[in-house]
């Protein structure tokens, strides 16, 4: 997986205040463990920015343009200058998460 490609998949999403596309030049990225990234998005239009965790499957490449929702990026609020402590515990959570956001937003139980 390529970063630019991530940066790609990245503009198919929004500006959670704004509603702006993101730019590839908005995006950065802070590492990545397999197919869980870490990354920054800060809104040219309206300055917000977010810490992003975003799971993209590299064998789902044509379909990630469309699969990327929101469901599957985990926005933080920059309220907090992240630090690299921050960064591991979303890793060990992340590490032992089954990968069901759905049911991690309580969209996926009954
Ligand atoms: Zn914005």
Redesign the pocket.
């Known amino acids: 997986m390529k970063e630019n490609l991530v940066k790609r998949l990245m503009t198919s999403t929004k ?1 959670n ?4 596309h993101y730019q590839a030049e908005d995006i950065g990225i802070l590492g990545h463990e397999d197919e869980l990234w870490f990354l920054t998005a800060a ?1 040219a ?2 300055d ?1 920015e977010y810490l992003v965790a975003a799971v993209i499957m590299e064998d789902r490449q044509p379909k990630a343009l469309a699969d990327l929702s929101d469901v599957e990026i985990v926005w933080l609020e920059d309220g907090d200058a992240v630090t690299v402590d921050d960064l591991a515990d979303m890793r060990d959570f992340l590490r032992d998460f089954d990968g069901d956001f759905a049911r991690l937003f309580g969209r996926g139980k009954a």
């Open positions: 500006c205040v704004c509603g702006r809104c239009a309206c917000a």
